[in-house]
């Protein structure tokens, strides 16, 4: 018989209340029998419903340990394979998933041997408290059990994620029927099975308080029974906060515990306007909620939008997509602007704090950076999420990066393969099952930096070296590429691309990317099967949707539980040399090595001493069961922006502009031309260009060439990627020597673009250009057309003035080393006063009309300036 009493929701009134009666106090008067013939009536009917509580009991107990034994099933093929060449899973990660299974297993069985021929063979006066006691006095085994519960399913799912052969094994665990039943077989989860145990001890629980009833109080087995269920009452009240939190949860229709699989903020589009929501995703329904208004000191709560049955859930392919209305897209500029903000009052809060500042202007500033993040946060996102109720409407998320989005829809797609039923909630149904929202939410906080501690990891600022080596575990051949995708403000932004690497199933990029990072936390790796279909257009947002064919993150390690070591799949190393690996612990520990240590409670800094290493840290990503092999170092942003002068003198980079125009007898580098004829040619309408990183080592070839003047430039440019040569042109302007609006009238630009009056700023910027050397000026206007017409195409490759003014302005306007000494700033204000300057300037030129070489030269000073 199948456990037809759901423990979840019927524990509080074990644990708080023992029931209105003593268990055996006889019944109220007012009966038509007499006392005697009433207690021998109720003590027959007493012992009739001890053996209908001990047969149910043990039917339930024989499916228990048929659930117990499918789990031990395959545990002993996983340990025979883990000491092979090819193990499924490491005998670690055996332990961890199986922890204490087979202790479980062997104390229920030996109960279930003891107690089956004493109900089989029923009396009256048989007794059995003793094994109900014993049965008890081992609960701590369950204990141990409930201590690890968490890091095993997360576990089990790592192992399912990257293995598909433990995947199938984990799906679908054969469970023995009971020996009276026509099935023989049914199919049940592993993460299904290994809650059992958790279940059990509450239902052991119920059955002793039921027994406990229907036993006089003059039985030999009433003092027994008592003392086992007081062993399990404090059992359970012990772990009580310690149980899954399914435990609270309420049921589905189909009578199973209904979990909370997933939640996290959106931004959904609705009624032409984001809104910020906090989504739940349950074991049978998604939720749609906004956090209810509240006055002080009240318990909040959350208000149901919309809710959707996964069985109604479907998600509309992007050609079935119904058109919707355009999805207003906040402008670059705009997003920029905001982040410039953000840092500024952040700034400003180190400099409040450094000043032992009072605590009220503290708070208001954060409240103001609060402000502005949230904006961001909600008008960032551009990614649109679709989904759709079969009997009803549709509803748009938007969402900041692609993975986020498979997430999304990996989780619910999981739950959709399970049998769901449709179902209408009632308005009780619906509030229980919000109201239980606020307490099982696991994202508690919108994801805004303001909401951090100031003790938590300010994040790394500067550049992370990556490069994506190769990938394997692909079934069949696909057209495949990765992208890089990092943090910066409180969402993911894609960073680099590597070439799709044709028709194959072992792609070898080999390819080197220089992120720059924003605070950073985390690194994503996103794999793509390229799509070269033209009918599979996202109408959502026009653009074809290529296929994730898997996803990972790293980022700073947590540490395992306590007591248990976390091993994710894959990552022994078998020589020994190192201890096991995550991805999460090889950023923790490279992100380790780049914070200064400091004081207990204090925000760690970067140290540009300890953060520049020339070391690359190795490691393997898994994902859906494809490993993606890459190697990373990080170098601070002080580190890499240093202007150093090439020691050889007959190349172009690292070596003054004037010396190489006069080499070359040209106006304008031939370099520069180079690139930007190529960029123009080829390039201008790319998405992202000269934001987009190129690959390194492409770009060190293209430096290498341009530097010995090889005659071959042409035909490698020709056959080069073009963000690579975007980022030569980047590199060489980065490299020179001084900067090329040059160290002398630096801080002049500064304070001419601080000027407030329009006809003071345009005298001052423009006498400013005229004071700059012929061969910088000229190269200054090459490139700044250049950039006008890349911007013209900002529909297609989505790069605004502001966006290039940005990439460019400190590569074009920061000082070099001996010039800048008086305008450094923290390592972590990316976008310090200076920062927000430089790209000032750039667009200020950006945004003017033609400026002619010849028209500049030959106009008179309304006024001087010294400069």
Known sequence: MEEEEEAIGYLDKVLEDEDDSEPGTPTSPGSPFSASEKGERDAGKGLEMRKLVLSGFLASEEIYINQLEALLLPMKPLKATATTSQPVLTLQQIETIFYKIQDIYEIHKEFYDNLCPKVQQWDSNITMGHLFQKLASQLGVYKAFVDNYKIALETAEKCSQSNNQFQKISEELKVKGPKDSKESHTSVTMEALLYKPIDRVTRSTLVLHDLLKHTPSDHPDYPLLQDALRISQNFLSSINEDIDPRRTAVTTPKGETRQLIKDGFLVELSEGSRKLRHVFLF?????????????????????????????????????????????????????????????????????????????????????????????????????????????????????????????????????????????????????????????????????????????????????????????????????????????SFGYFVSKAKTRVFRDTTEPQWNEEFEIELEGSQSLRILCYEKCYDKTKLNKDNNEIVDKIMGKGQIQPDRGPAPGVEHLEPGADEPDGKRPPTTGARLWGRVRSKLLRQKVPGEQGELDPQAVQTKNWHMDVIEMNGIKVEFSMKFTSRDMSLKRTPSKKQTGVFGVKISVVTKRERSKVPYIVRQCIEEVEKRGIEEVGIYRISGVATDIQALKAVFDANNKDILVMLSDMDINAIAGTLKLYFRELPEPLLTDRLYPAFMEGIALSDPAAKENCMMHLLRSLPDPNLITFLFLLEHLKRVAEKEPINKMSLHNLATVFGPTLLRPSEGESKGHLTLASDIWSHDVMAQVQVLLYYLQHPPISFTELKRNTLYFSTDV
């Open 283 to 487: 074991t049978d329904v998604l939720l749609c909620a906004k956090l209810k208004k509240t006055a002080v000191g009240k318990h909040q709560q959350y208000d149901c939008k919309w809710y959707v049955p996964l069985a109604d859930l479907v998600f509309p392919s992007p050609e079935e997509s119904e058109h919707c209305p355009q999805v207003h897209v906040i402008p670059d500029h705009e997003l920029e602007d905001m982040k410039m903000k953000i840092s500024a009052i952040k700034s400003e809060v180190q400099k409040e704090k450094a000043n032992k500042g009072q605590s009220r202007a503290i708070e208001r500033l954060k409240k103001k950076m609060f402000e502005n993040e949230f904006w961001l946060l909600l008008n960032s996102p551009a990614i649109p999420f679709r989904i759709h109720n079969r009997n009803g409407k549709s509803y748009l998320f938007l969402l900041s990066s692609d993975y986020e989005r498979s997430e999304w829809r990996e989780a619910i797609q999981k739950l959709q393969k399970k049998d769901l039923q449709a179902f209408v909630l009632s308005s009780v149904e619906l509030q229980v099952l919000t109201g239980s929202c606020f307490k099982l939410r696991t994202v508690h906080n919108i994801p805004v930096t303001s909401n951090k501690d100031d003790d938590e990891s300010p994040g790394l600022y500067g550049f992370l070296h990556v490069i994506v080596h190769s990938a394997k575990g692909f079934k069949q051949s696909a057209n495949l590429y990765c992208t890089l995708e990092v943090d």
